[in-house]
């Protein structure tokens, strides 16, 4: 096992014109599972690249424990790496392909690893495929192999990069389960790439999420969901997505209303908000998540502002409620909650739930 550290990593191609990791700065513990979640793009996978040794940093450095290993070879690190589309050999077994890695990276007799395969193999429910090619298999066989490869070599640290996208949806919840499971079981410290977010939730010890190169927020699943740092971090944690309004503040120092008029939208702060936060007569970006919305089918006019249902989406455990404000605007229902499109509604906000961002800078305030 190994504490994996990332000092000021940075990764620039076409002579710097791309930043593709901008001097990231990481640590994952002995044992740790951290998730490295972003939009395509954002650099999750030439970070994990470095860390493999397979890409080289243009700056920064990449420890294990307290060795530098950047400029150690790929082969000569103690990690095994996952990927999405296998990357298992078509004309060997299933046992071949398994015992490949150990051949390359050990001094195991034959013997040796046939007995180790056959014991990962086992442990994976895959004993009987061992004589199998990657074509007889169906995906999810295919990266259980590819999982077993991985254990088999004992590395020290694990990295997946995207492992579980090409697996439908049932297998690759039944998939995170079974990795997160493995890792636990082996203690090795993990790395995980994904771009789904709920995947990231649902994975990772810890998420560390990456935009433009740039790492934004690293922590719990319910911390970042709860406090995300950022505009970007609220939209993009969370299913479905939280909505945002622009909204301007104003207040005297001891009371204060949140307003656009565009959408009708007009909201008192209690008088314990407003001590507990240091507002200012300024435009805000307002942030609410589907499920903290309350829709009232009767409206008083007491609501926080009124609209109009434009689709209703059932779920089956709850609606999706979208609502004509702005483009749109989601709000998550419970099952006897259930308007019609094209009722007017009132829409509630408690003040517990709502996020004020930045407007300018997208930090989150409160
Ligand atoms: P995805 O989820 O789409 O795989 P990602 O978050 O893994 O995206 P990277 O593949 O790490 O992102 O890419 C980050 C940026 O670096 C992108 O702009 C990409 O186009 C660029 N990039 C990656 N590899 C190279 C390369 N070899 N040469 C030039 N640009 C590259």
Redesign the pocket.
């Known amino acids: 096992m190994a504490r994996v550290t990332l000092d000021t990593l940075r990764?620039e191609?076409?002579r710097g014109t791309?930043v593709?990791?901008d001097d990231l700065d990481l640590e994952i513990e002995d044992g740790e599972f951290v998730t490295v979640v972003?939009?395509?793009?954002?650099?999750?996978?030439?970070?994990?690249?470095m860390v493999a040794g397979l890409e080289e940093p243009t700056s920064g450095a990449v420890r294990f424990d307290d060795e530098d290993v950047t400029e150690v070879h790929a082969k000569e690190r103690p990690v095994a790496m996952v990927f999405q589309n296998y990357a298992l050999y078509p004309h060997k077994t299933v046992m071949e392909n398994m015992a490949f890695g150990l051949k390359m990276s050990t001094d195991m007799t034959e013997d040796e690893r046939r007995e180790r395969v056959t014991e990962m193999a086992e442990m994976m429910g895959i004993e009987d495929l061992l004589d199998d090619k990657p074509d007889e298999l169906s995906g999810g066989q295919k990266q259980r192999v590819a999982l077993g490869r991985a254990i088999a070599r004992e590395p020290e640290v694990f990295l997946f990069?995207?492992p579980l996208s090409n697996l439908d949806a049932k297998l690759r919840t039944e998939m995170r389960a079974e990795i997160q499971k493995l890792q636990k079981e082996f203690g090795v410290t993990a790395m995980y790439?994904t771009?789904d977010q709920e995947e990231a939730m649902t994975m990772g010890d810890r998420l560390a999420i990456?935009n433009d190169?740039k790492l934004q927020q690293v922590g719990k699943p319910t911390e970042v969901y709860e406090n995300p740092v950022n505009e970007f971090v609220a939209g993009f944690i969370g299913s479905p997505s939280m909505n945002f309004v622009d909204v301007t503040v104003e207040t005297d120092g001891s009371s204060a209303t949140i307003r656009n008029d565009d959408v009708g939208l007009a909201f008192e702060l209690s008088d314990e908000y407003v001590a507990g936060h240091a507002l200012e007569n300024a435009p805000y970006t307002l942030g609410i998540r589907p499920e903290n919305i309350r829709i009232v089918e009767e409206p008083t006019g007491d609501e926080t502002l009124a609209s109009t249902v434009e689709v209703v989406e059932p779920i089956g455990s709850d609606n999706y409620v979208h609502l004509a404000v702005n483009d749109d605007f989601l709000a998550r229902s419970p099952p006897d909650v259930k308007p019609e499109a094209g009722d007017e509604v009132g829409v509630v906000f408690e003040e517990e739930s709502i996020h004020l961002f930045d407007a300018e800078t997208g930090e989150d305030v409160f």
């Open positions: 990764k191609f076409d791309i593709a990791v972003g939009p395509s793009g954002c650099g999750k996978t030439t970070t994990l690249r990069d995207e790439v771009h990456l190169g």
